[in-house]
Every structure is written in structure tokens, then in C-alpha cells.
Nanobody
Framework: QVQLTESGGGLVQPGGSLSLSCVGS????????MGWFRQAPGKEREIVVA????????YYAASVGNRFTITRDNAKNAVFLQMDSLTSEDTAVYFC????????????????WGQGTQVTVSA
């Protein structure tokens, strides 16, 4: 059974940092592009960041700019999201996702989804 399992969400104060992890199981994701989406209450799910299988140039949504950093470890079948300078606007459920290519992720043509992890930014 193919699964993506996120972890690392929680409550953080504005200006703080949080690290998310996503580990795949059931098959290797080393040849997949991987990314993170988020969905805030009352809003549609949106792409946050994505990284190609070879850890080439990532894609970052304008809303996160250089505050977020995506990395991956193909040996661990995992992708990571470092989030800094968090604001209340970053509050959402964060989902890990995979696709054949980074362009597919950007086009929301997703092959596998994780179940999500809650990130809450609040004082």
C-alpha cells in the first residue's frame, strides 16, 4: 500500500519556525517530484513548494517566498519543509504530494497525497 505520512505540525508563535517531514512507504518515490500543499479553513488547497526528483531547482509559491525551504532525501524516501518567519496566514493543514514531474505538481496532477498535518500560527 502506497502511503505518504506527514509529521511535524503543531502550534507556533508568529515569527517562529517549524519543520515538516513526509515519509513515503509502499514504493520508492526517488524518481517522483514531491511537494507540499496547504489548505486553510474556508479556502481551496494551494501549492506551497515543490522539488524535482533530482533535487534541482525547486518551485516556491509567491506567498512563501524565501521563508520556506524544501529538501528531500531519496535514500529515506522523504521530503522535508523548513518554515521560518511564520505568520497567521500560514495557518493551514499541510499535505505532502507526489507526481511524475514538478510541472504536474504545479498543475495539481497529483499521484499520491498524504493525510495532512495541522500547522497553527498563533500568539
Amino acid at each position: 500500500q502506497v502511503q505518504l505520512t506527514e509529521s511535524g505540525g503543531g502550534l507556533v508563535q508568529p515569527g517562529g519556525s517549524l519543520s515538516l517531514s513526509c515519509v513515503g512507504s509502499g514504493r520508492s518515490f526517488s524518481m517522483d517530484a514531491m511537494g507540499w500543499f496547504r489548505q486553510a479553513p474556508g479556502k481551496e488547497r494551494e501549492i506551497v513548494v515543490a522539488i524535482p526528483w533530482h533535487s534541482g531547482v525547486p518551485y516556491y509559491a509567491a506567498s512563501v517566498g524565501n521563508r520556506f525551504t524544501i529538501t528531500r532525501d531519496n535514500a529515506k524516501n522523504a521530503v522535508f519543509l523548513q518554515m521560518d518567519s511564520l505568520t497567521s496566514e500560514d495557518t493551514a493543514v499541510y499535505f505532502c504530494a507526489t507526481a511524475s514531474a514538478i510541472s504536474d505538481i504545479r498543475n495539481n496532477e497529483i499521484e499520491s497525497w498524504g493525510q495532512g498535518t495541522q500547522v497553527t500560527v498563533s500568539a
